[in-house]
Each structure stands twice: as structure tokens, then as C-alpha cells.
């Protein structure tokens, strides 16, 4: 392999990455773009979900009830409604997203302990509102409920525990506040950084649509010295994206790393190495950049969404995918990137994740240089 | 080791892609030193015939050799050897004119040293001096073209391969272009060039067309006029519409052709034919401004030639 030879190709495509404006954007600022919109398309927080009261007591304990339901911002009363019918109409339109039921009896059941007679309902179009008002009213529900009743029952000597008989506590650890970001953003990083890969699949499938892939091909340029001189600067320029990252993290995003930087930084390059080497398959194989571009997507960025772990746990997946989840970088750096930025472990625990990088890599460049042929057809 | 003569040598060379064979036995010999032309309607084997010689595509039958390289075994090693221009060649757009030309200079190891002086040679010989710092993608096409031509010559090939190389490129810049071909020619450069354009067949010390994957004849431009079948004629009739009307179809007439106000017919005898020409024009009351015997051109001997072909084959 002739050093020359590699380094005239990186030093052509370092040339082409920072003085085409289209490639340099992709390239330097897709993976921040790509984060930043991730980042809040997937973790809105669900507030102020609108919702109605069909109140059939009209007491002064269903209304002051009602009062601290909305008295959070979590939840927006609407205001009253008459008949179910009503409340049809208001979800249809979009207008509430859950409803409150209250019995005839809802006072008088309430005060005399034997439960609080209260129908919800939800829209099942829209799930995830519908369980947060659900979570919300229960928890508002309980609240009230102690506050009104604290004094009737100590009056009547039991003692508060019996309307709470199991005392759960739960603590989130590694993310106290259980905010969806700060363990959302270390697997987003884990995807995003994977960007390069698409840039330099485009890069080979450009070279062959223009023509200057035949060139390259009538010269004695070694394979390997062209797919790795391709690579280079695209592992640089995710190398900068590596050190970006955990900054943007921080400062943006308020996500701690725990980690020891130096050690992200050379497991970052294994997972580089492997991601563009399966960038490098696809441009191998891909006779245009669009079908380099959709390809992409479908081996790297779709399984990196779905099967790498970042939204739904690996283990909750079908054998096959989960055997597929373990052929993708995604997959193992995902677990590297929380492991270190949330937990702050080191090699002792990442090690096995860390040589399946370094397999995944020397396979896939292998599998590349074995396909790419100096031949034409 | 000697090299032998010729530089270029093919035995039986095909190449098939699927069932279709785009070249099929092709025997082929050139001299180290000539400008030889490919010739040919698209479709003929042109493009493929130069790749298999730039070891660009694997040999499906028969055998090949450059710069006494067989090309089945030592393909890689016969690159170094040849300067290869693909048809749709474009250089590194963002790349500019001097760092296209140190990119290839690397890739085929030439001496460092000697890249520098090399490449403002190539560059004053392309006639692109002053552009050297000219990012290539804004270059006009038929600078494009120089210095992909100087490109393709950096490392001193022995061959050169061209692909329609003026193919897009405006007539100007396509005779600056067979120029600066011929002052390479007589340095000593073998060169082979395919081309759609008879003027520049022309140009050539041989020619070669090529039809539907094979060469159907290859010989001298001269050679190749003498063989279109009877003589050509040119007429300036005063109405060329009816002068075309009425000669369509006569006897011994074989083909006619309009050249703006002008026809030129392909008869079996002109010594025959001309005299009943003017007769039957005047019959028709067609003026006649000339009336006379010209030397076949390249493009209608080739045709008559394929014409031929496609003659033989339906029969």
C-alpha cells in the first residue's frame, strides 16, 4: 500500500469536503441539526393537556375537586359540560383531550369513605396525552383527597397510611429527575455521529456518476488506498464532531458526561471506523448517488432509529432483529455513549462493546474492498 | 526487455455483457507511433474496445496486449503504461487546474521533483498557462478537455486512449484540440482515438469502424473513400426540391443526399449517369447552376459501408 497513494486521495477529498458548500454543510453541522431537531421533535413535554368536567354531584366538594385538577399546568379545564354527548363533540374537534365524570353521588361516597366514584375519559387517538392526564388526575386525586379528608380521619382515629397501603419510592438513578432528555440526548449523539458515513456512501456513488471513478479505475491507485483515502477525512471530520458533542450536550442540553473523555474519544474512532466502512459497502455497491442515499437510510439511519436500542429496548425485540441490532456500530456505541455519559463507566465495563466496533469495522471494510473492483460492469 | 512492435495487438478479443457481445473477434494491430482512429454509429463497440484496452473491463474471449502487457494477467501493470480519457471524463470540480494535475501525478507516481516541471510543460503545451489556480469546474469545456488530456499525460504513457474527446466541445476548441493530438503524434505519442466525427477520422493515419461489435474494416482514410461502390456527384440545381423529386428512384441513381441547396448522389457510373441526369432535369424543366464528379467524403464511405452491412444482413 503506497502512503502516497492514500494520501493524494484524502487530500482531494479533504479539498472537496471544505470547498463544496452543499458537502461541507452535510458533513460539519448535519450531525448538530440532526440533534438539535431529534432532540426536541422526540422529548415535547406534554403539558397543558385540555380536558372537561361532566359534573352530575354539582356539590361544593366536586367543584373545589375539579379546582385542583386544573390547579397545575399540567392540565387546562375547559370548563363544564352537560351530557356525554357534548363531550364527543369537544374530542372530535380536538378541542379536550380527556374528560371528567363525576357520579351523582360522587360527595357523598367520598365523605362517607367509600370511594371516589370518577369516570376519565381519554382520546385513544392520542395516547400519550390521554396516560398523561390519566397519570396526572390520579396523582392530583390522591392529593386531594388526603388534603379533605386528613382531618375527618384522624377525627376518626385511622391513621393516613391506610389510604396508601403500599409505600413505593422510586429513584431514578443516573437521571434523578427521570427528564427524558438526559437519557435520550447520549443515544441521539450515538446516531447522529454516524453521519459521515452517508456523506462518503454519497461521496464513492459521486465519483462513479461523474465519471471520475472510471479515471480512477484506468490508474494503478491500489483499492485499499482509495477506500481508505476516502474515508480519512471523513473520520476527521466526525472526530470533530466527537469532541462537539458531549460540549453541546452540556451547554445546550444541561446532559452531564461522567466519562473519561480521552477513552470516548478512541472508542468515537472505533465506532467511525465501522459506521463509514458501512458507508463505504454502500458506495461500493450504489451506482448513483440517490440510490446511495436511499440505501443509507435503510441500513443505516432507519435500524440506527429502531433496532440500536436508543428508543426501544433490544431485549424486547424478536431474535432476528436482535441478532441484526448486533451487526450495526449503532448498537454498541449507543451503549457506549450512555455508559459514559451518564454513568461515567470505563473500559471494564465497555470493553466487549468496544471490540465489536473494531470486528464490525475490519469486517465491513473487508467486505468492501472485497466488492470494490478496478473493473467497470 | 524489448518491447515489441506493434504497441497494440488483440487475437480474437470479445467482450459480452449478459448475451449481447458489445465487442466480438476483434483482430487488431497498431504501430507504436500512429494516430488511429475508431469509427463507428453509437452502440458500435467504440467505448468498450478502448476499456478493454485500459484494462478497465475484464477479456471474455480472445486475447489482448499492450506495451507488451497481456491484458488478462497484467492488466494493473499495463496502466501504468497508458494514459487513459473516458468519454464522460470530468476532473475534480473543486480541485484546481495544478492540484488536478499533482492529484494524478501522485496516484501514478511521478518523481515529485519532477511533477512541478512536468505539469507547466503539459500546461504551456495545452495552451493553459495562467489558468493554473482556476478551480477545473470553471473552466469552459474545451479548456476542460486540455487539461484532462494533460491529466491523462502526466506520467509519460506510451499510449494514449481518448474516448470522444472533442465529443460537446465547440468546433474551435475541437481543431485546438486535434492540434495540439498531432503535435503529440509527432513526438512519438501512439495514440487512439474514438470519435463520432468524420473530419477527424480523417485526421488519422488509420481508421477503424466499427458496427455492431465488430470492426467491420480498417484501413487508410484514402483506402476507405476508394471503397464507396460507384461515384459521387454533386448537382446545384436552381430548385433543389424538385431536383430531389425527380431524381429519387432513377436508375442508377443509389442515393441522394441534401447538402443545404446542393444534392450529392451516389451513382453506379458517373460517365453514364451525368449525361442522363441533365437530360431528365431539363425534361422537368429543372434549372441547372453545376454538375460535377467530386471525390467521395469519409462520411459517405461510411455510409455506403454500413449501409452495406445492413444490406447483407437482411439477406
Redesign the interface.
Known amino acids: 500500500m503506497s502512503w502516497r497513494h492514500l494520501l493524494a486521495v484524502a487530500r482531494k477529498e479533504t479539498y472537496h469536503i471544505l470547498r463544496d458548500r452543499s458537502t461541507f454543510i452535510l458533513v460539519l453541522l448535519a450531525p448538530t441539526l440532526l440533534l438539535l431537531l431529534m432532540a426536541y421533535a422526540l422529548t415535547v413535554d406534554i403539558e397543558r393537556v385540555p380536558f372537561a368536567a361532566l359534573d352530575h354531584d354539582r356539590s361544593p366538594i366536586s367543584r373545589s375537586f375539579i379546582q385542583g385538577i386544573a390547579a397545575g399546568k399540567d392540565l387546562d379545564f375547559y370548563g363544564y359540560v352537560g351530557s356525554l354527548e357534548e363531550i364527543e363533540a369537544l374530542l372530535v374537534r380536538g378541542e379536550i383531550k380527556a374528560a371528567l365524570i363525576m357520579a351523582p353521588d360522587f360527595s357523598r361516597r367520598l365523605l362517607s369513605l367509600e370511594g371516589m366514584p370518577l369516570q376519565i375519559i381519554i382520546d385513544g387517538t392520542e395516547p400519550e396525552s390521554g396516560a398523561f392526564a390519566v397519570d396526572h388526575v390520579g396523582w392530583r386525586a390522591e392529593q386531594f383527597l388526603r388534603d379533605q379528608l386528613s382531618a375527618q380521619l384522624q377525627a376518626m382515629g385511622i391513621p393516613l397510611d391506610t389510604l396508601q397501603p403500599v409505600d413505593l419510592r422510586v429513584r431514578a438513578w443516573f437521571n434523578p429527575g427521570l427528564e427524558p432528555r438526559v437519557d435520550l440526548i447520549p443515544g441521539l449523539i450515538s446516531m447522529v455521529l454516524g453521519f459521515p458515513a452517508l456523506s462518503v456512501a454519497l461521496a464513492l456513488a459521486h465519483e462513479r456518476e461523474h465519471g471520475t471513478l472510471e479515471q480512477l479505475m484506468a490508474t494503478p491507485i491500489g483499492r485499499a488506498e482509495l477506500l481508505l483515502g476516502k474515508m480519512a477525512p471523513y473520520i476527521l471530520v466526525g472526530m470533530a464532531n466527537v469532541i462537539f458533542m458531549p460540549v453541546l450536550a452540556r451547554a445546550w442540553f444541561d446532559v452531564p458526561f461522567h466519562g473519561n473523555f480521552a477513552l470516548f474519544f478512541l472508542l468515537s474512532i472505533f465506532f467511525l471506523f465501522a459506521v463509514l466502512s458501512m458507508g463505504v459497502i454502500i458506495g461500493v455497491f450504489m451506482r448513483t448517488q440517490a440510490a446511495a442515499l436511499a440505501l443509507s437510510l435503510l441500513l443505516i439511519f432507519f435500524p440506527g432509529f429502531f433496532l440500536t436500542g436508543i428508543f426501544f429496548p433490544i431485549a424486547a425485540m424478536p431474535e432476528v432483529m436482535r441478532l441484526e441490532a448486533l451487526g450495526l456500530p449503532g448498537t454498541h456505541y449507543a451503549i457506549i455513549t450512555r455508559g459514559m455519559f451518564l454513568t461515567g463507566v470505563g473500559l471494564e465495563v465497555l470493553w466487549p462493546y468496544a471490540v465489536m466496533l473494531i470486528v464490525l469495522g475490519l469486517a465491513f471494510t473487508g467486505v468492501a474492498a472485497l466488492f470494490f473492483r478496478k473493473r467497470l460492469a | 526487455m524489448e518491447i515489441p512492435d506493434p504497441i497494440i495487438r488483440s487475437r480474437g478479443l470479445g467482450r459480452r455483457?449478459g448475451k449481447a457481445w458489445a465487442v466480438e473477434g476483434l483482430d487488431l494491430e497498431i504501430q507504436r507511433g500512429e494516430l488511429f482512429g475508431l469509427v463507428g454509429p453509437d452502440g458500435a463497440g467504440k467505448t468498450t474496445t478502448l476499456?478493454l484496452f485500459?484494462?478497465?473491463?475484464?477479456i471474455s474471449e480472445g486475447e489482448a496486449w499492450i506495451a507488451a502487457y497481456d491484458l488478462s494477467r497484467q492488466a494493473?501493470?499495463a496502466?501504468?503504461k497508458?494514459g487513459?480519457?473516458?468519454?464522460?471524463?470530468?476532473?475534480?470540480g473543486?480541485?484546481s487546474v495544478m492540484?488536478n494535475l499533482?492529484?494524478?501525478a501522485?496516484?501514478?507516481?511521478v518523481d515529485p521533483q519532477e511533477v512541478e516541471l512536468r505539469a507547466a510543460d503539459l500546461l504551456a503545451f495545452a495552451g493553459l498557462e495562467g489558468f493554473e489556480g482556476r478551480?477545473a469546474v470553471h473552466l469552459s469545456g474545451g479548456m476542460k478537455k486540455k487539461l484532462a488530456l494533460a491529466c491523462t499525460l502526466i506520467h509519460e504513457p506510451e499510449v494514449l486512449l481518448l474516448d470522444e474527446p472533442t465529443t460537446g466541445v465547440d468546433p474551435v476548441s475541437r481543431r485546438e484540440f486535434w492540434e495540439i493530438l498531432g503535435d503529440l503524434n509527432l513526438l512519438g505519442s501512439t495514440i487512439v482515438v474514438s470519435t463520432p466525427y468524420m473530419d477527424e477520422a480523417d485526421r488519422c493515419m488509420r481508421v477503424g469502424l466499427m458496427y455492431e461489435g465488430r470492426m467491420i474494416i480498417c484501413d487508410t482514410p484514402e483506402a476507405l473513400r476508394r471503397r464507396l461502390p460507384g461515384d459521387l456527384l454533386e448537382l446545384r440545381p436552381e430548385d433543389w426540391r424538385a431536383a430531389r423529386r425527380t431524381l429519387a428512384g432513377m436508375q442508377g441513381v443509389l442515393e441522394v443526399q441534401t447538402y443545404g441547396e446542393a444534392l450529392h448522389l451516389v451513382v453506379d457510373d458517373a460517365g453514364v449517369r451525368m449525361p442522363e441526369i441533365q437530360a431528365r432535369l431539363e425534361e422537368e424543366g429543372v434549372g441547372i447552376r453545376s454538375l460535377r464528379q467530386t471525390p467521395p467524403r469519409m462520411e459517405q464511405a461510411f455510409i455506403s459501408l454500413i449501409r452495406q452491412m445492413d444490406t447483407q444482413e437482411a439477406d
Do not use: C, P
Open positions: 455483457f476499456r485500459a484494462g478497465l473491463l475484464s494493473e501493470a496502466k501504468r497508458v487513459y480519457m473516458a468519454q464522460e471524463f470530468s476532473l475534480y473543486e480541485l492540484e499533482r492529484f494524478f501522485a496516484i501514478f507516481d478551480r
